[in-house]
């Protein structure tokens, strides 16, 4: 299975058409043709139900779109590691982030690389934290920013200097927006909206055996579509301050929990991991940012 060919096959999954996927990678279609029924002889499955406009990939063909993808990724990443072996004059660094305000620390350390290195890429991978820590273990990453406890038989990590601070995302007009804090009694029977994470990680914690008497109407992994809901009155959001907007044009506010529940945030990467000079140079800046040496790394 050749990368030249998986990079076809892609194009051709994207447009759903092969005389625009050819056209694209300046290759006749006839040409795109034979190499896709070469793949399929060559893995013995057929991907792809053909049509006089169009195709479409069947379930063999999305699992190797998504292998593809990832083939790729990890191509691409150790070809740019390669290419900055000799001289740094800039690179691609991969990061997977968990939603958190305290991310300006790690824009703060990026701000300060790219003055000296002005060509550095930051590719930002934002979902929940088992998603970020698959493809870290995958090698797709360089770093992984996560808010929960660290596996230290699997990382290394930097602990981020200050914690993010939980509470409810609600309307204004709501009757509970009038307190100062909210407590699990304002929270019983009303319509709760968790980052899916928080269940089993924060939410435990804060709430003990009173878990099980949140009414729960949905779940997230990034907090924007969330406050959507909140917005247009499906519920309550539970999450993190100073992530959605809420000043005084905006008919959404947030008030913390009580007692205070807080988070950590750590960035992470694989023991023994050999980085790029790029990304060894990123995890410098960090630790200046956070005004720590080498040798204080957990």
Partial sequence: ?????????????????????????????????????DLEDELGKKLFVRSNYSIRLTDEGMLLRKRAEDILDMVDKTTDE?????????????????????????????????????????????????????????GLLDFAIIVQSVDLSKYNYLSVPSNDIWGVLMRKDDPMAERAHIRLDDLIGK????????????????????????????????????????????????????LIYTGKDSTLCFRPLEPPLESPMHIIWKKYQVFSPVASLFLEAIQKQFGIGKFDIK
């Fill in 1 to 37: 299975m050749e990368i030249r060919v998986l990079r076809y096959f892609l194009e051709v999954a994207r447009e759903g058409n092969i005389t625009k996927a050819a056209a694209f990678l300046h290759i006749s279609q006839p040409t795109l043709s034979r190499q896709l029924k």
């Fill in 191 to 242: 319509p709760l909206i968790c980052s899916r994470q928080s269940l089993t990680e924060e939410m435990p914690k804060w709430l003990g055996e009173d878990l099980d008497k949140l009414n729960i109407v949905a779940t997230y992994d990034l907090l924007f579509n969330a406050s959507v809901m909140a917005r247009e009155g499906l519920g309550y959001v539970l999450g993190f301050s100073n």
């Fill in 82 to 138: 390669f290419k900055s072996l000799d001289e740094i004059t800039g690179g691609d660094i991969r990061i997977g982030c968990a939603e958190s305000e305290n991310f300006k620390y790690f824009v703060y350390a990026a701000k300060s690389l790219n003055a000296k290195y002005p060509n550095i890429r930051y590719h930002l991978y934002s979902s929940a934290t088992d998603s970020v820590t698959d493809r870290l273990e995958r």
